[in-house]
């Protein structure tokens, strides 16, 4: 066991210990090494204004990648390198190509917001992203500025690659890492003084040490990515007492693909399933892309958002819909079970004590699946769903053979629409049938009135996402029944 975080801080190895491992790696930099150019806007991830870059050692090469700083726990840096925005100027005071790209053409105003896009677009340039619109759009989409409108910034973003590369690229941080790295746990130990409180926080390196961990620590909070559990400490000022950290485990980090199905390790982040998941199911690609930012994406899993069991994550309907297998560990023993049945009630998983998510298996389409995922939010990018449907169907001489429709935000898990399913397994694929089958979604759930949505527009827009879903399917671009379908879309 260890009680010391060892990481890479700009180019120089730091150590820690006797610190609160709860203190976010943001709180670190500006109050106790003096970083202050990592801003803190909203301390919930949302706003960039914390982004740092991370750099994982990944076989012979490190991966960079733009995490937000305010939600992310000081020992998940240990074997890794950090990357600030002091830390981007060569020796002899030289910007980096993106910082002088942004000084050019203006890229600042008040500044508050400026080092998150620098961070944000170093992590990209590091990755050697293209630049075009789209893909600069989806790399600062979790920055946010009042200021500039955003054009001197995508503008700045797209010449950052015409200034001469910089001097140094620490090519030594391979090498520097690898010495970094150790199969021995972290096992830190915490006294609070304010709340009188004992914390303890471990870091298994291992699928044999996580076991071990869990029996031992029953009733620990799990921590993967910390984009739900950051904000518990962040925003709700909980106090976690013991907590249990998955993604230092490589072994649950994988993602293999089979011929009928794809194995996905529970601490795979979003960014590592993406593709995969994107070249099955392109819809559930770009439901993904819409979840949260870049800087969530990197660090937030999907096993995570199944574990918690929210009923507005954005992933369970679609995995749902698609008939996704769970796997469960406790000590040396798992089971399985559909993904559906892991949902009990509101705050409520079929998750014994000791028991943690391993992994989980996606089953490829079949050759004539049909599969649509729609999600209703306030904002494009980087919301929180009001209602998010999926629908997994197989269509044979145009009748419905099988058909697997689930939606989150309706219930008080992310439930299937059993009453809908039943309406339309057997019928053909039509608008009337799909009609009658938007009624029966009124037997299927009763939503409630919140902050993001009235009950009836959920119920409205739960039916007209599942229309929206069968005008999508149909080869013709404009089916003659689609002026029949107007009636619907005002009801």
């Known amino acids: 066991m260890s009680d010391v975080i060892r990481f890479i801080l700009n180019g120089e190895v730091h150590q820690v210990s006797g610190i609160d491992p709860t203190t976010t790696v943001l709180n670190y930099l500006r109050y106790h090494v003096g970083k202050t150019g990592t801003k803190e806007g909203c301390a919930e991830g949302d706003c960039g204004a914390c982004t740092v870059v991370l750099g994982t050692l990944k076989g012979e090469e490190v991966q960079y990648r733009a995490v937000n700083a305010c939600i992310l726990f000081l020992p998940v840096l240990d074997g890794k390198e950090l990357i600030t925005v002091e830390g981007l100027a060569s020796a002899d005071g030289q910007l980096h190509p993106v910082q002088q790209a942004m000084v050019d053409h203006h890229g600042s105003q008040c500044g508050f917001c400026t080092p998150g896009f620098v961070m944000a677009l170093y992590a990209h340039y590091r990755n050697r992203g293209d630049v075009s619109v789209t893909s600069i759009n989806d790399a600062i989409a979790g920055n946010l500025c009042r200021c500039t409108g955003y054009g001197p910034i995508l503008t700045a973003a797209q010449t950052m690659y015409d200034y001469p590369a910089p001097k140094e690229e620490r090519r030594d941080a391979v090498e520097r890492l690898r010495d970094l790295q150790s199969g021995e746990p972290l096992d830190l130990a915490y006294h609070c003084p304010r709340t009188k409180t004992d914390k303890r926080f471990v870091t298994p390196k291992n699928l044999e040490q996580l076991s071990a961990f869990a029996s031992e620590l029953q009733g620990a909070t799990f921590l993967a990515g910390g984009t739900d559990v950051g904000l ?35 601490a795979a982040s979003y960014t590592d399933v993406y593709e995969v998941l994107e070249s099955a199911y392109p819809e559930f690609g770009e439901l993904i892309r819409r979840l949260g930012s870049t800087q969530i994406r990197n660090s937030g899993t999907m096993g995570g958002n199944i574990a918690n069991g929210s009923p507005i994550g954005d992933s369970m309907p679609a995995l749902i819909a698609i008939g996704t297998r769970l796997v469960l560990r406790r000590g040396d023993k798992t089971r399985e079970l559909p993904l559906e049945d892991y949902f009990l009630g509101y705050q409520k998983q079929d998750r014994q004590p000791g028991e943690f998510v391993e992994r989980f298996f996606v089953k490829k389409p079949a050759p004539d699946t049909i599969f649509k995922a729609h999600k209703i939010s306030k904002r494009f990018d980087q919301d929180i769903s009001a209602v998010c449907g999926a629908f ?30 039943a309406a339309l397994l057997g019928q053909p694929w039509t608008l009337q049938s799909v009609q009658r089958a938007m009624e029966a979604l009124e037997k299927d759930y009763a939503p409630i009135d919140d902050m993001r949505a009235t009950a009836q527009y959920r119920l409205s827009a739960a039916k007209n996402i599942l229309l929206k879903a069968y005008l999508e399917s149909v080869v013709r671009p404009y089916p003659t029944d689609v002026l029949a379908a107007d009636e619907v879309f005002h009801a």
């Open 232 to 266: 518990w400490v962040t925003k709700q000022q909980q106090i976690l007492k013991q907590t249990i950290l998955t993604t230092s485990v490589d072994e649950i980090k994988g993602i293999v693909e089979y011929d009928d199905e794809i194995e996905i390790g529970a």
């Open 392 to 421: 997994s169907f197989e269509i044979k001489d145009e009748e419905i053979g099988l058909a697997r429709i689930c939606y989150g935000g309706m219930a008080a898990i992310p439930k299937r629409a059993t009453a809908c399913e």
